[in-house]
């Protein structure tokens, strides 16, 4: 039976992925929550599996896997380099961690060497949750590409947007055949397999949504660029302001500039991104309450909470762009916020 899974729009735009990141399978689902889902669910993640995730993430990295029965377990970031703490990670770790899902949050990702290789000390499947991380790469290695599966959102705002949507990205054929299966109640069904005989979801990607992502994935490398532009022309606007200082990238890091970072070293610093979030700047920490995911009480949290976390969420102003902000627009931005941070430190 062909794939009904948004038509031959899903399947050219899976070919396009793929070639884009250069890997060998992508697979278009409905939004970055569902390549989470999906890629767990591929990656055999089930009731009793316990999951290393940073608490420096978002709601919607650790539902999917909360969802399918596993239990996050929440790890710690350096505040250093937003980096996991794999000091914090290794104590963590049970007989039942099955998997590590970092999250390239701002688009920030990591060191991959030291991903790679406590994964592989510690024989872990690693999904990453490169939501934001479109076209970052560090040390030669593309965000999405250096786990067993890479998670992609193209919600309106993300880099490479199609107003709702995601895929994944794997080299692995059978992961992508069970990615295929789950986003369409088990139908096409994986090679051995009967069509519909398993529990799955239906994650598909419209065919129009399909359509605009291949459009926007031809021109991947100037929406880069674009966003790479605006974070340093809002970057270089804000140099001088009071108690903000912008957070660098990397040795080696080839950032893709999502969201301008700054650290801020003004009393009251959370307060002061709600405050800017009121005046009109949206940013993830005062517009969207973005707080340490095991504070949240729907995880259960349990053991310590993770300070470097919480410091990290304190302190950053992560100003949330999208592709139609123009020049005028950035500029609105900086005197928002040259004119508040000047105020608030006075
Ligand atoms: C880091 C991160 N993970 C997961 C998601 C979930 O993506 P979506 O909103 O497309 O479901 C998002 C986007 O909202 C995100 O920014």
Request: net charge negative.
């Given at each position: ?156 705002g ?101 969201s ?22 949206s940013n ?35 100003v949330l762009l ?25």
């Amino acid at each position: 039976m062909p794939d009904p899974s948004g038509g031959p729009a899903a399947g050219q735009l899976e070919h396009d992925l793929a070639e884009a990141f250069g890997v060998s399978h992508a697979v278009a689902v409905s939004s970055g929550t569902a390549a989470l889902h999906t890629a767990l669910s591929a990656g055999g993640i089930g009731p009793g599996d316990e999951v290393l995730v940073p608490a420096l993430s978002v709601v919607m990295t650790v539902a999917p896997l909360a969802v399918l029965g596993a239990t996050p377990v929440f790890v710690d970031s350096d505040p250093g380099t937003l980096d996991v703490d794999y000091d914090d990670a290794a104590r963590k770790l049970t007989s039942r961690t099955r998997a590590i899902l970092p999250v390239h949050l701002w688009g920030r990702m990591g060191d991959p060497a030291a991903l790679t290789a406590f994964a592989s000390a510690h024989d872990l499947i690693v999904i990453e949750d490169a939501a934001q991380a479109a076209g970052t790469a560090r040390d030669g290695h593309r965000a999405g590409t250096i786990g067993t599966i890479g998670c992609f959102s193209m919600k309106d705002g993300k880099i490479l947007w199609s107003g709702e949507g995601g895929f994944l990205l794997t080299d692995h054929s059978d992961l992508a055949e069970h990615a295929a299966a789950f986003r369409s109640h088990w139908q096409p069904a994986p090679s051995g397999h009967e069509p519909l005989s398993r529990l799955a979801t239906n994650s598909r990607l419209a065919a129009p949504l399909a359509a605009i992502a291949r459009a926007n994935v031809r021109r991947l490398p100037d929406l880069v660029a674009r966003r790479r532009a605006q974070t340093r022309h809002l970057l270089h606007a804000l140099e001088q302001v009071p108690g903000l200082a912008a957070l660098a990238p990397a040795a080696g890091e080839d950032w893709n500039g999502y969201s301008p970072l700054l650290r801020i070293d003004l009393p009251h610093a959370r307060k002061f991104t709600e405050h800017l979030a009121q005046h009109g700047v949206s940013n993830s920490t005062g517009s969207f309450r973005l707080i340490p995911c095991d504070t949240r009480p729907m995880f259960s949290p349990r053991g310590q909470p993770c300070r470097g976390a919480a410091q990290i969420l304190d302190h950053t102003l992560a100003v949330l762009l999208t592709e139609r902000d123009n020049e005028a627009t950035l500029d609105h931005y900086a005197a928002i916020i040259t004119r508040e941070a000047t105020t608030w430190a006075a």
